[in-house]
């Protein structure tokens, strides 16, 4: 039996005006003829895609921020302590982040970008799962890093995380550098660390573009990202947020589904 959902179907929705469907089939019915019109569709995803893979979400009751108050970046580059901490937090998470595998979520925006429907996809997860799932890697544009890599914050020099382990666990410390000495640190933008600029302006140019913004499994909450689905919709696109909790944009959107995204979005998986 299907879960039921909470959709709405026109913007400015109120309370009342919600309909609680017996099942999500309104949903993608509407979210398809949404599709079906559109000629240029940006996918911009946040963490709720990717939970029903293993990888556990951030602010939610029980997300990572609650049992680990996040580290800014001015304390990982200020103390060794705090390098030492984020990478034991890294390698702690590393079996649910090495055995999470594309979702239903991420297949079917994988098909929406294989049929050119999407160009590319905006995404606010480090997971790399977009990648995995059939996106081309300089078609996922990454507004806060991916996590699945290590980068010298002095050199910009790549380093594989099988390499940073090995270092971590025959010393206990982070490593730093061989070539200039600087922090390793995972590919991630961490609280009070620059956005990544180019992909910032590719965003942003790709929502000015689009005529269908998807904004899905994103709390909508951490700027300056999140005023990507207001520039769409300020720039004439439809806006459909499909996500299991509201948002502070729900009532801007020409669609609005709280469900289960999988299930939501398994029907526009290409076979």
């Known amino acids: ?47 709720g895609i990717s939970t029903e893979c293993g990888i556990p979400d951030f602010r939610s009751p029980g997300g990572v921020w ?26 702690a998470m590393e079996t649910e982040f090495a055995a999470a595998r594309p979702g239903r979520g991420h297949l079917a925006l994988a098909s929406l970008y294989r049929a050119g429907k999407a160009p590319a996809v905006v995404t606010q997860n480090i997971d790399n799962l977009h990648q995995a799932s059939g996106v081309a890697a300089e078609d996922v544009v990454e507004l806060h890093g ?44 961490s609280f009070g660390q620059a956005m990544p600029e180019a992909a910032m302006r590719r965003a942003e140019a790709l929502t000015r573009r689009c005529d269908l913004f998807l904004a899905i499994g994103s709390s909508l909450v951490v700027w300056p ?40 979005l398994a029907p526009f998986v290409a076979h």
């Open 66 to 91: 609650t049992k680990n108050a996040p580290i800014p970046f001015d304390e990982f580059v200020a103390s060794r302590e705090r390098r030492d901490e984020a990478w034991r937090r890294r390698f």
């Open 146 to 189: 991916n996590t699945t890599y290590a980068l010298c914050l002095g050199c910009g020099l790549r380093y594989e995380l099988a390499w940073v382990k090995q270092r971590f666990t025959a010393s206990g410390h982070a490593p730093d550098c061989p070539d200039c000495g600087g922090a390793v640190k995972t590919a991630t933008v």
């Open 225 to 264: 990202a999140a005023g990507f689905p207001l520039l769409a919709k300020r720039g004439g696109a439809k806006l459909v947020i499909l996500n299991r909790e509201p948002t502070e944009f729900d009532d801007a959107a020409d669609l609005v589904v709280h469900a289960d995204i999988g299930s939501v």
């Open 1 to 47: 039996m299907e879960q039921s959902a909470a959709v709405t179907l026109s913007g400015r929705p109120s309370a009342g005006e919600y309909m609680i469907a017996s099942d999500v089939e309104t949903a993608r019915r509407r979210l398809a003829a949404l599709i079906e019109a559109a000629s240029v569709v940006l996918p911009f995803t946040g963490a």
